[in-house]
């Protein structure tokens, strides 16, 4: 998976860089502290002056949205849901507040029933981080799950978790 942002004339090129960097040091932190991510492999700039960050590849996986759309049984989704909630869970606890986190930015395995969260470049990092900051990254998952994915009460679980 390779992310590139391209900007105009010298100051665009430093927030992407700054992104990136950033979000190359948010996710050597999750890795560290086992919340499951890609890996970066490298950042730096093209030839051309544009900032990229490279992660590895998750092969065998599709989107949440996708996930919860086909024909899994409860009990799998139930699964997938539980080691999402305790993903997020750890990471709310370490601090991090994750802005863009929308079904899109979850990535399952259906073999494994295993998630991985993308897209940090946004996040940051908030000592005690406050409850509604919390509910708002909830919040804006659950807003983003089909509706005839989940019963309400399988919403109303993985919220709970």
Same mark, same amino acid.
């Given at each position: 998976?390779?992310?590139?942002? #391209?900007?105009?004339?010298?100051?665009?090129?430093?927030?992407?860089?700054?992104?990136?960097?950033?979000?190359?040091?948010?996710?050597? %932190?999750?890795?560290?502290?086992?919340?499951?991510? /890609?890996?970066?492999?490298?950042?730096?700039? %093209?030839?051309?002056?544009? #900032? !990229?960050?490279?992660?590895?590849?998750?092969?065998?996986?599709? %989107?949440?949205?996708?996930?919860?759309?086909?024909?899994?049984?409860?009990? $799998?989704?139930?699964?997938?849901?539980? #080691?999402? #909630?305790?993903?997020? @869970?750890?990471?709310?606890?370490?601090?991090?507040?994750? /802005?863009?986190?929308? +079904?899109?930015?979850?990535?399952?395995?259906?073999?494994?029933?295993?998630? !991985?969260?993308?897209?940090? $470049?946004? +996040?940051?990092?908030? $000592?005690?981080?406050?409850?509604?900051?919390?509910?708002?990254?909830? @919040?804006?998952?659950? @807003?983003?799950?089909?509706?005839? +994915?989940? +019963?309400?009460?399988?919403?109303?679980?993985?919220?709970?978790?």
């Amino acid at each position: 998976m390779k992310k590139e942002y #391209a900007g105009r004339g010298w100051l665009a090129h430093l927030k992407p860089k700054r992104l990136m960097l950033h979000e190359a040091r948010v996710l050597g %932190t999750l890795e560290r502290e086992g919340i499951p991510a /890609p890996k970066w492999i490298a950042v730096g700039n %093209t030839f051309k002056g544009d #900032a !990229f960050l490279i992660t590895e590849e998750i092969p065998d996986t599709v %989107t949440l949205k996708t996930y919860l759309a086909e024909n899994h049984s409860r009990s $799998q989704k139930k699964e997938v849901l539980r #080691a999402l #909630a305790c993903s997020l @869970a750890r990471m709310h606890t370490l601090g991090f507040c994750h /802005p863009d986190l929308y +079904s899109k930015h979850v990535l399952v395995n259906p073999e494994s029933r295993k998630v !991985f969260i993308l897209d940090w $470049q946004r +996040s940051v990092r908030i $000592q005690d981080l406050p409850w509604v900051v919390r509910c708002e990254n909830l @919040a804006r998952l659950h @807003a983003t799950i089909e509706e005839t +994915s989940l +019963s309400n009460l399988e919403r109303l679980a993985f919220l709970s978790c």
